[in-house]
Nanobody
Framework: QVQLVESGGGLVQAGGSLRLSCAAS????????LGWFRQAPGKEREFVAT????????YYPDSVKGRFTISRDNAKNTVYLQMNSLKPEDTAVYYC?????????????????WGQGTQVTVST
């Protein structure tokens, strides 16, 4: 069992930055591929970023590539999402997730454990 707790969300103006954190407890953190997803009101949850167990391999969808960076600190059992050049369309609840998937995972079903989410609101 893995427990995940996100933090760092908030209100930011367009063009600004936020850094989300997700602290894990429970089983060995480095055993899991990690991901960030987001869900806007009335929309399906969508993939934002993923990082391999070692932290070397990362993958992003085109919508955030070049603006968002995922990283992990296995010694601190924490995964981060640095978000720069934020846009109003980035407004959503952001979730971190952990799973025993391949090197990286982009699909919801690949993740077994989920945090409760943190709200990110980007104003114009």
């Amino acid at each position: 069992q893995v427990q995940l707790v996100e933090s760092g969300g908030g209100l930011v103006q367009a063009g600004g930055s936020l850094r989300l954190s997700c602290a894990a407890s429970g089983r060995t953190f480095s055993d899991y591929t990690l991901g960030w997803f987001r869900q806007a009101p009335g929309k399906e949850r969508e993939f934002v970023a993923t990082v391999s167990k070692s932290g070397v391999v990362r993958y992003y969808p085109d919508s955030v590539k070049g603006r968002f960076t995922i990283s992990r600190d296995n010694a601190k059992n924490t995964v981060y999402l640095q978000m720069n050049s934020l846009k109003p369309e980035d407004t959503a609840v952001y979730y971190c997730a952990a799973g025993n998937t391949g090197v990286t995972g982009t699909r919801l079903y690949e993740y077994k454990y989920w945090g409760q989410g943190t709200q990110v609101t980007v104003s114009t």
